[in-house]
C-alpha cells in the first residue's frame, strides 16, 4: 500500500539559509499535518492543511510557512534557519470524512541539520 | 505535553517478560493513537481506539481506552527484542480547531534485553 512521502529525506543547511520539505500524502487523503520532532523530544504540531487551506496552526515559527497544492502534496519552507531548527520533521495525513478511522499515517520524516 | 502524560518514561525487560505502558490524558479523548519509533526514524501506527471502553490487539500487543476514553494502556505479552523502541501515544482531542491534529506523550523507550 501507498505511505506518505516526503522528501529529502535528509538536508544539511548553513543558518539563516533557506530549507524547503516536501510530503506527499496517502492517495485520497485530504488533510496533511506538519509536526517537528527535537532531539528527544516527542513530535509537536506545526500546522495542517485540508483541501488546500489551512485549518489549523500550532508552534510554528514566523521564519516558517507552508502549502498545500492542488495535486494535495505540501511543502513547509524554512527560511533564515536558526540551529535550533535542527530536528525530524515528519508530515502526516489522513482524510477528513474517515476521522476515528485508523487513517493517520507518517512519512519517514525529514532529517534537517543545521550548522 | 501535560495534556497527555505518558509512563513509564523509560522501561528495561527481560525478554519473555510482560510490560504495561500507560497514557494519561486530562481532556476527553475523540481518538487515541499508539505509535512505534525507532530512534531518528518514523512513527510506525500500532493501533487507534476511538470507543470507551475498546480493546484492539495485534500480534502480542493489545491496547485498550478506558470507559471514560481518558486514559489508554499498550500491554505487550512475553516481549522480543524486536519490541524494542519509543513508544508514542498520540491524542485526537474532542473540539479544538481542526480535526486530528495530535499530541503526543513523552514516549516511553523500551529495551528488552535477550
Known amino acids: 500500500a501507498a505511505g506518505v512521502i516526503q522528501s529529502p529525506r535528509h538536508l544539511i543547511k548553513e543558518k539563516r539559509e533557506t530549507a524547503t520539505l516536501k510530503c506527499y500524502p496517502i492517495p485520497r487523503h485530504d488533510t496533511v499535518y506538519w509536526y517537528q520532532q527535537g532531539p528527544g523530544q516527542d513530535p509537536q504540531f506545526l500546522i495542517s492543511?485540508?483541501?488546500?487551506?489551512?485549518?489549523d496552526k500550532g508552534s510554528i515559527p514566523d521564519r516558517f510557512s507552508a502549502q498545500q497544492f492542488s495535486d494535495y502534496h505540501s511543502e513547509l519552507n524554512m527560511s533564515s534557519l536558526e540551529l535550533g531548527d535542527s530536528a525530524l520533521y515528519f508530515c502526516?495525513?489522513?482524510?477528513?470524512?474517515?476521522?476515528?478511522?485508523?487513517?493517520?499515517?507518517f512519512g519517514p520524516g525529514t532529517r534537517l541539520l543545521v550548522l | 505535553s501535560q495534556e497527555l502524560e505518558q509512563s513509564p518514561q523509560s522501561l528495561i525487560v527481560q525478554e519473555g517478560k510482560n510490560l504495561t505502558i500507560n497514557c494519561t490524558s486530562s481532556k476527553t479523548l475523540y481518538g487515541l493513537y499508539w505509535y512505534k519509533q525507532k530512534y531518528g526514524e518514523g512513527l510506525i501506527f500500532l493501533m487507534m481506539?476511538?470507543?470507551?471502553?475498546e480493546e484492539k490487539s495485534h500480534e502480542k500487543i493489545t491496547a485498550k481506552l478506558d470507559e471514560k476514553k481518558q486514559q489508554s494502556s499498550l500491554h505487550i505479552t512475553a516481549s522480543q527484542p524486536s519490541h524494542a523502541g519509543i513508544y508514542l501515544c498520540?491524542?485526537?482531542?474532542?473540539?479544538?480547531?481542526?480535526?486530528?491534529?495530535?499530541?503526543f506523550g513523552q514516549g516511553t523507550i523500551l529495551t528488552v534485553h535477550p
Open positions: 498520540g491524542a485526537d482531542f474532542y473540539g479544538g480547531t481542526s480535526y486530528g491534529k495530535l499530541t
Open positions: 492543511f485540508y483541501e488546500k487551506m489551512q485549518s
Open positions: 502526516a495525513s489522513s482524510s477528513l470524512l474517515e476521522r476515528g478511522k485508523e487513517t493517520q499515517y
Open positions: 481506539l476511538q470507543k470507551g471502553g
